[in-house]
């Protein structure tokens, strides 16, 4: 599945030591595989070859610019949501032609900068995006390219937080609405719609909901047939789950064994946008073991890693491996692991059998290359970790550890204060 394997009773990234860069860079870091993300995006690519689609790789799980240039290497689209990642991926020299933009609240600043760049599509989430985006166009004396993202209403198996294809959640257009769009057309001169989108939320390790949502656009493929509407692309959006520890998830070719035959059916071309499939398990977050606290009721094991550096935990209550970077034969107690940070929610694991570590072990939160650092914060004025890659038996900082520079660049007290 990844390339962290334990050599002689040490955790290794690829050919590299993680206690080696742990000595070098210091504690918390993120270290991610160059090979994992390399070999789980042409899983994807093999995975649904039949189809011949672009592989949109989901920037929001991770978009260090390393990590984006290795998949654009490797000929990945990208799917973006906001200005900033757009320009990121065109920093690394992304083809604009595999670059799809959603997001439910696209700025005309935004709009503008996505038109400019010449990318393949708008993932257009409401009619009035849809509005702004013909009108801003139409400025420029563009044709926007158009997606309409629908909401299939499908219930994905996951987390509430992250289910995003029934019509209780914010995002796509309902069906009725997306059918009097399509068959309106010449209401947007300055548009032209190349495609449906669908997304229906992430981490999903059910193949089921998305064949329930795929068989639901090709009737409504079929009904715009009738009324004179045939579009270019499908764009299915992301979702495949990954296995976080002893979860029964399928691989890409099973994903695909069931999604593939009903896709041929649409005569599309077909668009995915995987994030946590590719990037999820090529990433780990080291920490150093500060205290083993026991106040009688229960036992702590406090790192230098907290919520701000990795938030799924609290916020979804997500369970990651947990591993010592040195096996060891110490002792075993269930315990919480935690960090230092002034929340009791902050924890990376409760109730968990772990060995009694002893100050300056270290300690790494498996599969936590998506929605890492992608979701790190100041919290508690903490700089921003590191972040290191590795390709063989070398590896090299990919991102510098934040200073308190960095924390209070752009803050200035005000005159009628000094």
Request: hydrophobic residues 40%.
């Amino acid at each position: 599945m990844h390339d962290f394997n334990f050599k002689a009773n040490e955790l290794y990234c690829e050919g590299v030591k993680v206690s080696t860069v742990a000595k070098s860079v210091g504690t918390p870091f993120y270290l991610y595989s160059h090979k994992t993300l390399v070999d789980h995006f042409r899983k994807v690519q093999k995975a649904f070859e039949a189809v011949n689609p672009i592989v949109c790789f989901a920037v929001k799980a991770n978009g260090n610019l390393a990590v984006l240039k290795t998949l654009a290497d490797e000929g990945a689209g990208f799917d973006v949501v906001s200005g900033g990642e757009l320009k990121k991926v065109l920093k690394v020299y992304a083809d604009p032609k595999k670059i799809a933009y959603a997001s439910v609240g696209k700025t005309d600043e935004e709009i503008v900068l996505a038109l400019k760049a010449g990318i393949l599509f708008f993932n257009v989430e409401s009619l009035p995006e849809l509005e702004r985006i013909n009108l801003i166009a139409k400025k420029l004396s563009k044709k926007a390219p158009v997606a309409l993202r629908i909401n299939p209403d499908v219930e994905a198996p996951t987390h509430k937080a992250i289910t995003t294809g029934t019509l209780k959640n914010k995002f796509g257009i309902d069906l009725k609405t997306a059918r009097a769009i399509l068959t309106s057309q010449k209401k947007y001169p300055s548009v032209n719609f190349k495609g449906i989108h669908i997304h229906i939320g992430s981490q999903i390790i059910k193949v089921q909901p998305f064949v329930d949502a795929i068989k639901k656009m090709i009737v409504f493929l079929k009904d715009l047939e009738t009324r004179g509407v045939r579009l270019e692309y499908f764009d299915i959006g992301g979702g495949m789950g990954i296995m976080y520890y002893q979860m029964q998830t399928p691989t890409a070719e099973e994903f695909a064994q069931e999604m593939v035959p009903l896709l041929k059916q649409t005569g599309m071309k077909i668009v995915l946008e995987p994030g946590r499939f590719i990037c999820g398990n090529a990433g780990i977050l080291v920490a150093k073991t500060l205290y083993l606290k026991d106040n009688g009721a229960k036992k702590f094991l406090i790192v230098d890693a907290g919520m701000n550096d990795l938030i799924r935990p609290s916020l979804y209550n997500a369970y990651h491996n947990i591993v010592p970077v040195k096996k060891t034969k110490v002792k075993e107690s269930v315990m919480d692991i935690v960090g230092p940070i002034c929340e009791s929610g902050d924890f990376f694991a409760k109730d968990r059998p772990f060995p009694e570590l002893k100050s300056g072990e270290l300690v790494a939160v498996m599969s936590a290359g998506a929605y890492g650092y992608a979701m790190s914060s100041n919290y508690n004025i903490r700089p921003r970790v590191a972040e290191v890659m590795v390709k063989g038996a070398t590896w090299e900082i990919i991102k510098q550890r934040e200073t308190f520079s960095d924390l209070v660049r752009g803050e200035t007290i005000p005159k009628f204060l000094k």
